[in-house]
């Protein structure tokens, strides 16, 4: 076959991928090359100022994360994807911020965990591919490796790299989840989008902990999602009072984004919220058991920060809260807690309504 075949052949493979891919859940498909040199430079400077704080996992595998073909030997492509988590009907955001007896709980962890799911719809994906042209070398990524996907997804032209960070589309804002196939098959290149920030500081401004110190440019040490997800040990008081109700991750800056008001909202049920959690009372997640925790919490991303932290977490959102009985009694009730982390994050809760 030609080379002028060869390539036609490609495009239409491509584009049945495409078709495959919105058949199992995917809003869109694209494919990037594997040169990453761009956003290695960008990581590099990243982690040099320190503003990875205690993920260390970022700083690991060398080179591995920039160069897809390390990290898989032989792969030339990566087909990168986008999956809307919009949970749509559900409480409103702002109306959950603005209630200190209510817990704010970032909208992609409402449901079940996204991670299983995706990488099962990748997988069915690849086996589409491999019906059609034979076995091919793969391996399917949805956030569990070393993989710079923010940035596979602009070059697939799934969106462009907003100043908070995050992946941005015009049709669909940015709460959407992103997923990899690494792969030997050459497809076609997907062609990269332009960035449509424009002026627009909307997302710096209304940061709770002033964590975007740059257009593009997050200290993740600051940032609420950070604080509350990634960091194992206490809270650094200093972010404490700006945490307000946020138990698990920080939306504002998505939601006060323009671009938002196009999100989509979620074909997957399992996205949707579970438990009441797009709105619930803090005091009455206060007083969850370990095993309570467990079994309520079961495929949500949520248990994956543990007990003691979720308590943690919890506990500096009842310290915000308006004094009331109720939140005094929550307090109080877990004022000799076992964990010496819960308890240092009660007594300063206590101590912001003016308790010893």
């Known amino acids: 076959m030609g080379e002028k075949n060869t390539n036609e052949a490609m495009k239409v493979l491509l584009s049945r991928v495409q078709t ?57 492509r990566v087909i ?24 704010f709980i970032s909208r992609y962890a409402l449901g079940r965990d996204y991670h299983k799911l995706m990488r099962k719809r990748l997988a069915r994906l690849a086996k589409c591919i491999e019906q059609e042209v034979g076995p091919i070398g793969h391996r399917v990524f949805t956030d569990s490796a070393p993989v710079l996907e923010k940035a596979i997804a602009e070059k697939a032209g ?13 049709d669909h804002g940015s709460y959407f989840f992103l997923g990899e196939i690494y792969t030997d098959l050459p497809l076609p290149l997907t062609e990269a989008t332009t960035p449509h920030c424009g002026s627009c500081t909307a997302c710096i401004d209304i940061c709770p902990t002033q964590a975007i110190v740059a257009p593009y440019e997050l200290d993740a040490r600051r940032c609420i999602s950070y604080l509350t997800i990634e960091l194992k040990g206490s809270i ?26 196009y999100a989509q909202a979620t074909t997957e049920s ?13 005091a009455a997640l206060f007083g969850w058991t370990e095993q309570e925790f467990l079994d309520k919490l079961e495929g949500s991303p949520i248990r994956r920060i543990g007990y003691q932290c979720w308590l943690r977490n919890i506990a500096v959102a009842l310290g915000n809260a308006e004094t009331s009985p109720a939140v005094i009694h929550a307090l109080q009730n877990r004022r000799h807690d076992s964990s010496e982390l819960v308890r240092e994050h009660v007594v300063w809760a206590l101590t912001r309504h003016g308790l010893s």
């Open 80 to 103: 990168s994807v986008r999956m809307d988590y919009w949970p749509g009907e559900t409480a409103e955001p702002w109306q959950v911020l603005e209630d200190g007896n209510k817990a």
């Open 236 to 261: 650094p008081e200093q972010f404490r009072s700006m945490m307000g109700n946020r138990i698990y991750g920080c939306d504002d800056c998505q939601l006060v984004c323009p671009w938002n008001k």
């Open 20 to 76: 495959w891919a919105r058949s199992l859940g995917f809003q869109a498909l694209g494919v990037s090359d594997i040169d990453l040199s761009d956003a290695d430079q960008k990581l590099q400077d990243w982690l040099a100022k320190g503003f990875h704080g205690e993920m260390a996992f970022m700083a690991r595998h060398g080179s591995k994360r920039s160069h897809p073909e390390q990290l898989v030997e032989g792969t030339v």
């Open 270 to 282: 399992d996205y949707l919220p579970r438990q009441g959690l797009d709105s619930p009372q803090l």
């Open 158 to 170: 799934l969106g462009w790299i907003g100043k908070h960070t995050n992946v941005l589309n015009r």
